[in-house]
């Protein structure tokens, strides 16, 4: 077995992410296992743009609240120890609540070629992510 280094925390680029959020990675698969698994930090009101993975993604909340939502309007307020899964290439997004922060493990795999399975698009509009937000929250 191998005791592996504690990775250094990135910040998530403005092409990808709203607001501020950091990704530690915790490993990288390279062959025979694919897994990848980083912790991801959303402060609060940050978000990812919208994106797809080739093969899906397994999230799981660790600290927080916060929201996923998909094309179909679908948005779902998500909390610490709920786990969401994203089927392949379905377009989704998913970010801390406005006024909390949201840590989440994502797990996905690797392509074959060791190369990042994630596609990313656009932001997420203002506008969508507040709606997001009205819609789940609870009076
Ligand atoms: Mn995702």
Known sequence: MELLPVRPTRKGPASAFTGD????????????????VSLVRFTP?????????????TLHVTEGVGLVGTRDG?????????TIVCPP?????????????????????????????????????DQHYEQADNKTRRH
């Open 21 to 36: 959020v950091y990704v530690t990675p915790i490993c990288v698969g390279t062959g025979p296992s694919r897994m990848s």
């Open 45 to 57: 009101g940050a978000h990812t743009n919208w994106h797809h993975h080739a093969v899906g993604q």
């Open 74 to 82: 679908t948005v779902l307020r998500i909390h610490a120890g709920e």
């Open 89 to 125: 290439g379905e377009d989704h997004w998913h970010g801390a609540a406005p006024d909390t922060f949201m840590s989440h493990l994502a797990m996905l795999e690797t392509k074959p070629d060791g190369g990042d399975p994630t596609t990313w698009l656009e932001p997420v509009t």
